[in-house]
């Protein structure tokens, strides 16, 4: 499925016009202005799985993050959003071959860096109440309590559910349990399943941060199965090898000047890998 099928990016001689405009000496930076340009990254034509690749640097993380704002699609994590983020999108166009679908969003490797970090801080928070739960029933369970008012109805609920059950009753009743720790790869697995719905466009950078390269896989066959069968439309800024393999995705290298359409096998991340196992492949044949 295409929703988004072009994005326009200003040329060198538009951002010259706002640099000689601005006429400002109180910034060191004018970003995203003279990023994408430099390798005259002007047109992006998209396909159902297109894949920005590039060395760090390159601009493909830039790029994903004005797609995002100029069609101000959802994302959970805030980014460095510069003073002049809104007058480079002002600059962008685009066109669409679907409205895009309101569950649409960006995915950076923040969000799921900090969705990990959430599950622990979950997890310490149930912890900590554990142990207040712990000093509470022992507190009511063998304190000389007399009722001597309305007021002390809830205290005397305790002190009665507390002589009446075993600790670990007490406390089971009171707490829910620990939210299930995994590794970091499949709790990135996961909040990417839980993420991608099904008909939607998903800009992802980087999503192989924190995967193994088994996870990476998994990952793969997950976003190869979400756009041919549940109608959705990815983009992704990638220099894993495995991800840049997906079946029919169409490659920018932007680390070309200008930026140029390759074959995943053509790209030197890849060819540097291959490179490499080729020299050892005496050693895994043994």
């Excluded at 295409?2 to 200003?10: K, T």
């Excluded at 707490?175 to 499949?186: C, I």
């Excluded at 393999?245 to 930026?259: F, M, Q, V």
Aim: charged residues 30%.
């Amino acid at each position: 499925m295409i929703y988004l099928s072009q994005f326009s990016f200003p040329g060198k001689e538009a951002e010259y016009d706002v640099y000689f405009d601005e006429k400002r000496t109180c910034y060191d930076s004018f970003y995203p202005f003279g990023i994408l340009s430099r390798n005259a990254l002007s047109v992006l034509d998209f396909e159902p799985i297109t894949i920005l690749y590039g060395d760090n640097g390159s601009g493909k993380s830039t790029a994903l993050n004005v797609i995002a704002e100029k069609l101000r699609i959802e994302r959970d994590t805030l980014f460095n959003r510069s003073s002049f983020m809104e007058k480079y999108t002002d600059m962008c166009d685009f066109e669409l071959r679907s409205p895009i679908p309101p569950e649409s969003r960006i995915i950076t490797s923040d969000d799921v860096f900090d969705f990990m970090l959430n599950l622990r801080a979950v997890n310490e928070g149930i912890d900590r109440k554990r142990g207040e739960l712990f000093e509470e029933y022992m507190d009511a369970k063998y304190s000389k309590f007399q009722m001597k008012s309305l007021d002390d109805y809830e205290r005397l609920k305790k002190v009665t559910a507390a002589r009446s059950k075993t600790q670990s009753r007490y406390i089971r009743e009171n707490l829910m349990d620990n939210v299930r720790e995994h590794s970091n790869g499949e709790s990135a697995l996961i909040y990417f399943s839980d993420k991608i719905k099904e008909n939607a466009l998903y800009l992802l950078d980087e999503p192989e941060n924190s995967l193994s390269p088994a996870k990476q896989q998994e990952l793969l066959e997950f976003l190869e199965n979400s756009a041919r069968f549940f109608g959705c439309q990815l983009i992704i800024a990638t220099h894993s090898p495995f991800i840049l393999s997906l079946r029919g995705a169409k490659i920018y290298d932007l680390d070309e000047n200008p930026a140029d359409i390759k074959k995943w096998t053509e790209l030197p991340n890849v060819a540097a890998y291959y490179e490499f196992f080729k020299k050892h492949s005496r050693d895994f044949e043994k």
